[in-house]
């Protein structure tokens, strides 16, 4: 029997998968790409009696896909937390949806899993700079003040690796690492291990942030910032965590962080204030190639002649 394994590159897929893979195990073909390669589902040639697990990617942006998948009489289980459209209604097709913006995919699944790998969760939830989930559960789970760095620290820095224009600008595709953390059934033990494999993650992250300093402020007013980086590989694989540190640092505003493009226009990641953690969502869906979830979402390719008009809408949305 055939399976597919379909997941978002970021933090919230890789570990959503990892709590699902060391529970059930299965040799399932991966289907993943950057963060924001999102359209994955029409990669399965589905099959009469295969199973099809989706993990972190808008039903809403693979709904044609969908319905193809299970058309051909494959079993579905879609778990997700970005805006998920009409949800078809089929008997093969098994969701957990849930788009508040206090969840995410991973805290779903352990939530689906009864806590079984409670701290993969934890993990995620940071890296999606979802901190209330994230510290919620640390509770459940008595960690301790450095047990939570730790986790929080790795979250970033997976959620870091996901981002780029392409699978080239990344430091390791997300499939290749969703296969080495699975040997660890708990992220500290990863973290204790000083394993390689930690250390370059968080050594990554830590070189591409120090660039930012270079970023250049193209718009500010009482409801935001935006910001502007330039075409560089390391631009397009910080910008979205920066945009994360951003939103944590001025609680009340809206940011987008705007990274030029080889072809021209720019690729965009927006984060909603934190304390009022809606309509990044709304704003890049009226963009053509715009998407994500109420507090956090992106442009892949906002055109230069429509800058002015994202700017506009901006400020509508967030004001």
């Not at 709904?63 to 089929?90: E, I, K, N, S, T």
Request: hydrophobic residues 40%; negative net charge; contains cysteine.
């Amino acid at each position: 029997m055939p399976h597919f394994d379909v997941f978002n590159g970021d933090a919230d897929g890789i570990c959503a998968l990892l709590q699902l893979r060391l529970a059930q195990p299965r040799d399932a073909e991966l289907i993943t790409g950057v963060k924001r390669d999102i359209k994955l589902l029409s990669q399965v040639k589905g099959q009469a009696d295969s199973l099809v697990t989706v993990l972190d990617i808008s039903m809403d942006k693979n709904h044609d896909a969908l319905l193809a998948v299970l058309a051909d009489g494959a079993q579905v289980f879609y778990c997700d937390h970005h805006f998920a459209g009409d949800m078809p209604q089929h008997a093969n097709l098994e969701t957990l949806i849930n788009t508040a913006p206090d969840t995410c995919t991973s805290l779903l699944i352990n939530q689906y899993l009864n806590g079984a790998y409670a701290n993969w969760a934890i993990v995620a939830a940071y890296g999606d700079n979802i901190l209330t989930g994230a510290e919620a559960l640390a509770d459940q789970q008595g960690l301790s003040q450095t047990q939570r760095e730790t986790l929080k620290a790795l979250g970033i820095a997976i959620n870091y690796n996901g981002y780029g224009a392409s699978l080239a600008d990344l430091h390791i595709t997300p499939a290749e690492l969703f296969k080495r953390l699975l040997a660890y059934p708990d992220p500290l033990e990863f973290a204790e291990s000083k394993n390689s494999l930690y250390q370059t993650l968080l050594a990554n992250y830590q070189a591409d942030l120090d660039k930012v300093k270079t970023a250049q402020l193209v718009h500010e007013s009482p409801t935001g910032r935006i910001y502007q980086l330039p075409n560089q590989a390391w631009a397009r694989r910080i910008s979205g965590v920066w945009g994360n540190d951003l939103a944590n640092e001025r609680q009340n505003l809206a940011h987008a962080v705007l990274t030029d493009l080889d072809q021209g226009g720019y690729l965009v990641s927006v984060r909603a204030p934190k304390n009022n953690p809606l309509g990044a969502d709304e704003l890049c869906r009226q963009f053509a190639t715009g998407g994500g979830r109420k507090a956090a979402a992106g442009i892949n390719n906002l055109p230069n002649d429509e800058l002015q008009r994202f700017i506009t809408t901006f400020e509508q949305t967030f004001s």
